[in-house]
């Protein structure tokens, strides 16, 4: 148990809808990142949240956002879906930027787009 | 930022040492090497990182050359439980980790 939690694990929906994923860190961490795999893709860089601010985006799709709430949660929200946004969508933690640890990775939201 | 490059599969027999290479020609000096591994669909693990000296733990060791171009993570005696997508990352200075597609491991019995 890596003490990063994923909500939901699973959830299908259809085309056009919008979902929200949620993400509690480990105890401590105040960096939170998150990753989209598609289907034997690697892991795509999406964002990343330090403190409550936006440390650094990747590859993510206006569609998308993200937000890091005073409590350290994270929630990422994906509206007007499509099918191609069927993937594994990860969630990790750190201490923070700056320090040289490892990112602990929760196990997941995996998202169906029908 | 450092770009990594790693096979994309490679086999070991059960038992063996497991040696995965990754380049990464470009990587700054404040950039530390470190490696993931995925079992199927779960989240990733962490396994061992380092910056210019070789590491040691109790799950590998990890070799970086010394003009940092290149590191291999080695797995002294794979088990089949070892196999999974290997991930070899370039950690940029301001705590961004950006994974490529990996090397896929078989352990094979």
């Known amino acids: 148990d890596s003490g990063v939690t994923q909500t939901p694990k699973h959830l299908i929906t259809a085309t056009g809808q919008r979902v929200t994923l949620r993400c509690s860190p480990r105890?401590?961490?105040?960096?939170v990142y998150w990753y989209q795999q598609s289907l034997d893709q690697g892991l795509q860089f999406l964002i990343h949240?330090?403190?409550?601010?936006?440390?650094a985006k990747g590859n993510i799709l206006e569609r998308f956002s993200a937000q890091q709430f005073p409590d350290l949660h994270s929630e990422l929200n994906l509206s007007s879906l499509e099918l191609g946004d069927s993937a594994l969508y990860f969630c990790?933690?750190?201490?923070?930027?700056?320090?040289?640890?490892?990112?602990?990775f929760g196990e997941g939201s995996r998202l169906t787009v029908l | 930022d450092a770009k990594t490059t790693q096979p994309t599969s490679m086999d070991c027999a059960e038992g063996r040492a497991a040696n995965l290479p990754c380049n990464h020609s470009t990587i700054s000096g404040n950039e530390y090497v470190y490696w993931y591994r995925q079992i199927h669909s779960q989240g990733p693990q962490y396994i061992i990182h380092g910056l210019k000296n070789n590491e040691t733990n109790e799950m590998a060791s990890l070799i970086i050359t010394e003009d940092r171009k290149s590191s291999t993570l080695i797995l002294p005696h794979a088990t089949l439980r070892d196999t999974a997508v290997y991930y070899c990352i370039a950690r940029t200075w301001v705590g961004q980790f950006y994974f490529g597609t990996g090397t896929s491991l078989t352990v094979i019995p």
């Open positions: 949240y330090y403190n409550g601010e936006e440390r």
């Open positions: 990790a933690s750190s201490v923070g930027p700056r320090e040289n640890g490892e990112l602990f």
């Open positions: 105890s401590g961490d105040l960096s």
